[in-house]
């Protein structure tokens, strides 16, 4: 069991650009979850998938935001055309289930210039 | 719905003393609660857990919670803090009719000073 893993742990881009970041779950894991948290602030939820449907997904998850989990393993964000605001660290979480609580990955540092 | 609120910014303690982080919730169905701990540039780390059973929960690192569902409160304790005990704390709160997803509260930095 080697935790959640996510990749990359730090990524620069240009406004405009589109970046996509990856998450694996441990792998008996069949809940996910991708938070955003913005200096200062605690997470927030964006989206949850249990295997690989997508059940919940906040309005904070704009149109410029898409995840998927094609296989109900690795799951992928991608966010299109960044804007400034979009910096943040991006979390991703796995679980069997809520009772359990999760393991939370390192997360990925998205900084827009 | 659900919110936490931590309602101090920062901690301040000197190494040695008590070390106590506030936490209220407002949840609908049977709460579960949760404090991470994070530290700069870092991932969150899990610290303990409320489910059911004994109000009191102890967890990694010397840290302890109570839970007191009268108040609503599950403030984070710890009876002689350390200087590697500084880092950013979080509450948080899932329930039975939120799908397992949690609602942080803002955090709470603790300082300690030796």
Redesign the interface.
Known sequence: DTGVSQDPRHKITKRGQNVTFRCDPISEHN?L?W?RQTL??????LT?FQNEAQ??KSRLLSDRFSAERPKGSFSTLEIQRTEQGDSAMY?CAS?T???R???????T?LTVV | AQS?AQPEDQVNVAEGNPLTVKCTYSVSGNP?L?W?VQYP??????LL?Y?TGDNLVKGSYGFEAEFNKSQTSFHLKKPSALVSDSALY?C?V?STD??????????TQVVVTP
Do not use: M
Not at chain 1, 40 to 45: L, Y
Not at chain 2, 41 to 46: C, S, V, Y
Not at chain 2, 98 to 107: I, L
């Open positions: 809940r979850y938070y200062g602030q605690g997470p927030e939820f949850y059940l919940e979390l679980s289930g809520q009772v609580g999760y393991t939370f990955g390192s997360g540092r | 936490v579960y949760f991470y540039n870092r991932g969150l780390q899990f857990k489910i979080f948080a899932s939120s799908w397992g997803k949690f609602q942080f509260g803002a955090g």
